[in-house]
């Protein structure tokens, strides 16, 4: 702790909990349903889940999707970022991705779900381009959501990619134009809306 506090180390530690303002909103994790409400101020907290300190400072480019379709339920999709260090000093850096489903037929959705994570070190003024991929394991969901036999199945649906826990997609408000966040489609053709990815449990 005194190396942090004198300069000798750089912190890069991120908060695995939302930490709340106050009593009244202490239950209230991160990925909470969309149908969620708060006691004040819609939910914002006094340190995010993922919020972290560090003595330099990180510059996000525009993330890319390598399609916008999916096609078939077993079909993956890479996202992609460049991550600069614009500080004056190393440091390390936590990458997240987060992926948020709008809306949802079987159940209520997430606000959002941490998917991948990636730790990254950068010298001063150093780019490096961090990628993830995803796959039905990512955008599945199990269907009962309790009960005698569960599945994992995707849905036709929208998709939303967001890179950074503190970055706000706006899903429900229009057109998603914030450079931290990508949509994508997934469109089986099925019919049903719905395929199934995964043995029954």
Same mark, same amino acid.
């Given at each position: !702790? #005194?190396?942090?506090? $004198?300069?000798?180390?750089?912190?890069?530690?991120?908060?695995?909990?939302?930490?709340?303002?106050?009593?009244?909103?202490?239950?209230?994790?991160?990925?909470?349903?969309?149908?969620?409400?708060?006691?004040?101020?819609?939910? %914002?907290?006094? %340190?995010?889940?993922?919020?972290?300190?560090? $003595?330099?400072?990180?510059?996000?480019?525009?993330? @890319?999707?390598?399609? @916008?379709?999916?096609?078939? #339920?077993?079909?993956?999709?890479?996202?992609?970022?460049? /991550?600069?260090?614009?500080?004056?000093?190393?440091?390390?850096?936590?990458?997240?991705?987060?992926?948020?489903?709008?809306?949802?037929?079987?159940?209520?959705?997430?606000?959002? !779900?941490?998917?991948?994570?990636?730790?990254?070190?950068?010298?001063? +003024?150093?780019?490096?381009?961090?990628?993830?991929?995803?796959?039905?394991?990512?955008?599945?969901?199990?269907?009962?959501?309790?009960?005698?036999?569960?599945?994992?199945?995707?849905?036709?649906?929208?998709?939303?990619?967001?890179?950074?826990?503190?970055? %706000?997609?706006?899903? $429900?408000?229009?057109?998603?134009?914030?450079?931290?966040? #990508?949509?994508?489609?997934?469109?089986? @053709?099925?019919?049903? +809306?719905? /395929?199934?990815?995964?043995?029954?449990?």
């Amino acid at each position: !702790m #005194a190396e942090i506090i $004198y300069g000798d180390v750089n912190p890069s530690g991120k908060l695995p909990i939302t930490y709340p303002k106050d009593a009244a909103n202490i239950a209230i994790p991160y990925n909470h349903r969309v149908t969620t409400r708060c006691m004040w101020d819609n939910c %914002w907290m006094q %340190w995010d889940f993922g919020a972290g300190l560090s $003595y330099t400072k990180f510059n996000y480019s525009s993330v @890319t999707l390598d399609k @916008t379709t999916i096609a078939n #339920a077993d079909d993956t999709l890479t996202a992609s970022v460049t /991550v600069t260090n614009t500080g004056s000093r190393a440091g390390k850096e936590t990458v997240m991705l987060f992926l948020i489903q709008p809306f949802r037929k079987i159940s209520v959705p997430e606000m959002k !779900m941490l998917k991948k994570f990636k730790k990254i070190e950068l010298q001063a +003024g150093e780019s490096t381009d961090v990628s993830f991929s995803l796959s039905a394991d990512d955008w599945g969901v199990y269907d009962p959501q309790f009960g005698k036999g569960l599945k994992r199945i995707v849905e036709d649906s929208k998709y939303v990619v967001a890179v950074k826990p503190d970055t %706000w997609c706006n899903v $429900y408000g229009g057109n998603i134009t914030h450079p931290l966040c #990508a949509e994508f489609t997934i469109d089986t @053709t099925s019919g049903a +809306g719905t /395929v199934n990815v995964g043995v029954e449990l």
